[in-house]
């Protein structure tokens, strides 16, 4: 079969289940990944020959998205903050908020500073900046500032062992070190050490918000990662932030990804526990989405 008779059962394969504009993307990742042909290939070349050996995987890819399985599983990678990074049925696909989170942290480290209230913390030659991230997944949050930042500490922890093993090869992939450790949050009671930076993303997603969530997300991402209870909702948020009141040095920050429509009640509880600074931020489709706090 040569590319442009692909091209078109393709399309017609899916047409039912996703956009135009999806489908386009899903072809041209595939292209990509497994015919090695940029989108300006295919389009120069409609009568490229696909072996039988190529058209079997792609027929199979083809299959799996019909079940709605993400593209990032079925390639085993995705693009994060400028980075490829490999993912599986164990991790969370990263999204472009957590970018957003990442770019934020960035900015508040700046050269070597970051703002903690009215003061200045320096990190010099004589200290590495030493950050933590909960519940990692992927490992997308810390790999990408480890690739960004000198001089730094960055340990990473996660309930999943499978999940660990995908972050592991990541940071191999990326050349940068992680202190990687197999931890149940909720059932810590102490933090190793002190941290100038403490961030997490953790499970948010009520229950009752399953109504929301794309089929393709919630027939295949770990639910792991993504549920809790409408009773507790802020369950990690409430068990972080204790953590961090004692392992945060001094004008330490807590970093937060969070669920859009709690925004207020997050707030609500770092205040409670006598967080200050508490900075509340929007993402990029305007939803309250990231929130900054220190002691």
Request: hydrophobic letters at 40%; proline letters at 4%.
């Amino acid at each position: 079969m040569v590319i442009k008779d692909f091209k078109n059962f393709f399309k017609n394969s899916l047409s039912e289940i996703y956009p135009t504009t999806e489908i386009d993307s899903f072809f041209f990742l595939l292209m990509e990944e497994y015919l090695d042909l940029q989108r300006i290939d295919t389009v120069l070349k409609p009568d490229f020959k696909i072996d039988e050996e190529n058209l079997s995987i792609l027929k199979n890819a083809l299959a799996r998205l019909q079940k709605e399985e993400p593209i990032q599983y079925i390639i085993g990678k995705t693009e994060f903050y400028g980075l490829p990074f490999l993912v599986d049925e164990n991790t969370l696909i990263p999204r472009p908020e957590t970018e957003e989170l990442v770019e934020w942290i960035l900015e508040e480290v700046g050269s070597w500073k970051f703002e903690a209230g009215s003061e200045m913390l320096e990190v010099g030659n004589d200290k590495s900046l030493s950050i933590l991230d909960i519940g990692t997944g992927s490992g997308c949050i810390p790999i990408s500032l480890a690739k960004n930042l000198s001089e730094v500490k960055i340990s990473a922890i996660d309930v999943s062992v499978e999940a660990l093993k995908i972050a592991k090869k990541n940071a191999a992939l990326h050349k940068v070190a992680v202190n990687f450790l197999q931890v149940d949050i909720l059932q810590t009671e102490k933090l190793p050490q002190k941290f100038d930076i403490i961030i997490s993303n953790p499970p948010y997603v009520r229950e009752l918000e399953k109504v929301e969530i794309q089929n393709n997300v919630l027939q295949n991402e770990p639910h792991l990662a993504l549920f809790v209870s409408d009773k507790n909702p802020l369950i990690f948020y409430d068990k972080i932030a204790d953590l961090a009141k004692n392992n945060l040095t001094q004008n330490g920050l807590l970093f937060f990804e969070i669920n859009q429509y709690l925004g207020k009640e997050t707030c609500d509880l770092l205040e409670d526990k006598g967080f200050k600074n508490i900075s509340l931020k929007k993402d990029l489709f305007g939803n309250d989405r990231m929130i900054k706090a220190s002691l």
